[in-house]
């Protein structure tokens, strides 16, 4: 296990020292045949892994006998050597995968047919990103769902837009109040 592999995980444990500059970080391993944990001390900026030790209490021991020493090293002493229980439960390198971002066909063609800009303003927007279906006759002055009255408008758009008809709010100018 390389510290370069560690520093693409998330480190649970935490970052210590006045600037994050180590951190705790848990591994699941496999000692004398059974399953372990390996608890290390990392500086994940630097790619090191400064201490290695099968027991939770110990590691902690040595991530505090960092902190001293880092702090003995810098005048004046700015770090706090307090350090308090925080591995976690969870392994370090058990990440749950974020869900693959999801989008409706019916949005998806909204989007397609704005071709990725706002209706109204023109501003870029991003298929996964937040935009709205915006009514270009709204539903209360009797719009409907279908395809032609649908497009897509940016936020700040769809905020300033409110309960105005397309003609309106392009007439006042998407800038106007
Ligand atoms: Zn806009």
Redesign the pocket.
Known sequence: MSASHLLQRPIYGGAFGDDGRYALASVPCVSRGLHATRYMVVQAQAGLVLSVSEDKTEALALARQRLSAANDKRQPPKLSTEQGELWPDEPLLSPVPAPAPYVSRRRREIFERSQGL?H??R?PIELFGKWHIEHQLPRALGGGDDALNLVA??V??NLRKSDSTAIEFVTQG?GAA
């Open positions: 706002c109204y303003c501003t408008a940016c700040p758009c998407p």
